[in-house]
Structure formats: structure tokens, C-alpha cells
């Protein structure tokens, strides 16, 4: 599958370059240059992170665990689903505040596992039937979550820890993803094997 579906902030093209040296003319150099091309036109994903001072001491919906924990990244990958649609929370843009608030009003208790489309609703949203990750069936789940992102709905991914990620687009077979844990992007790539289960928005 070579198709590709990338949204990310920067991307990387690879040139090749023949260069005929001076000082070797008889010898022909090929340099790979890599360059970081912004995306000035196109529109850059918010991203959200657990971490961040505005709310990083919030506890998740009635339990007393922090947006620091592992259930805050479902909170930071909704918010950023939310956002990337242009819904607004309490008359902002989805942030994680204000979606853990919507969620203690509705008395949430503050474990992924428990968001169904009960607490979804109230957001402007709805999850289609989760799709688990099987080897066997693995180009399949790829697919389904090319075809969602084509279509402008936002896809989440649960990982294997229990940690949840928010996918950004897909290149090559895996996912671009943004990890609400990290400012890193260096886990930014996924293969449908390092994760358990597509959450498809619609």
C-alpha cells in the first residue's frame, strides 16, 4: 500500500543530488539532503499534551487521578479530536480542561474504559464500533483507518500500555501519531502492531 494520508507538521524530502567535486572531477558524489519542509499552506493538527501547566493538576472526571496519568491521554487525544473539528467545549476550542469538565459534570469516574458514546454525545461526537488490531487482519485495520481520516473523521489508537494516541494521518502502512504524553516526536510513527484498537469518530 503505498497510498499516503499525512497531515503532520513537517515533512521530509529526500533528494539526490550529483555533484562533480573539483577536486576529484573524475569521481561523481551523491549527497542525500534532507530538508524540513513547513506546511505554510496547509492546516497544522493541534496537538495537546498531559503535561502542560493549564492542566496537568486536574483530576479525571470524579476519580482522583491526574490528566498526568494514563487515563488523561484519552482525555488529551478526545480534546484534540474535538478541536481538529472545530468544536467548541463550554464556548472555546476542546481543550483538556474544558472536555474533563464536561466529563465531571456528567460524572465521568475517570477510566478510559468507560467512555462510551453516553459521555460522547455531549460532545458532539459519536465512536463507532471499536476495531481491534490481529495480525492477520492487520492490512484491513490499516484501511479502516486510512478511509476515516479521508473522510475527515478523527481516529484515536489504544496501546498496548493503555495509553491512548491520536492519530494525525498514515504513510507506508503505519500510523502518525500525537502522543499526549510527549512534545517528542520521535515516537511519532506507529505500526499497526505496537497497538491494540482503533476508535473511529463519526
Given at each position: 500500500n503505498n497510498?499516503?494520508?499525512l497531515l503532520p507538521p513537517f515533512f521530509i524530502i529526500t533528494i539526490n543530488i550529483n555533484l562533480n567535486l573539483p577536486q576529484e572531477p573524475m569521481k561523481c558524489t551523491v549527497l542525500t539532503l534532507l530538508f524540513l519542509v513547513t506546511?505554510?499552506?496547509a492546516s497544522i493538527?493541534?496537538?495537546y499534551v498531559q503535561d502542560d501547566s493549564r492542566w496537568d493538576q486536574e483530576t479525571l472526571g470524579t476519580s482522583s487521578n491526574l490528566m498526568t496519568t494514563i487515563d488523561g491521554s484519552a482525555v488529551c487525544s478526545i480534546a484534540m479530536a474535538l478541536?481538529?473539528?472545530d468544536i467548541e467545549v463550554s464556548g472555546e476550542v476542546a481543550n483538556p480542561y474544558s472536555v474533563n469538565q464536561y466529563l465531571k459534570g456528567v460524572s465521568w469516574?475517570?477510566?478510559t474504559a468507560t467512555l462510551t458514546n453516553t459521555y460522547y454525545e455531549g460532545l458532539g461526537i459519536q465512536l463507532e464500533p471499536v476495531i481491534?488490531?490481529?495480525?492477520?487482519?492487520?492490512v484491513e485495520y490499516y484501511e479502516s483507518a486510512e478511509t476515516a481520516l479521508s473522510k475527515g473523521k478523527p481516529v484515536m489508537i489504544l496501546r498496548p500500555s493503555g495509553h491512548t494516541v491520536y492519530v494525525v494521518g498514515v504513510v507506508d502502512g503505519n500510523f502518525y501519531?500525537?502522543?499526549p504524553s510527549s512534545t517528542d516526536d520521535d515516537?511519532?510513527?506507529l505500526a499497526p502492531a505496537e497497538t491494540t484498537s482503533l476508535s473511529i469518530f463519526k
Open positions: 497510498k499516503k494520508t506546511l505554510s499552506q493538527p493541534i496537538k478541536a481538529n473539528l469516574n475517570g477510566a481491534p488490531y490481529a495480525a492477520e487482519t492487520a501519531v500525537y502522543d515516537d511519532a510513527i
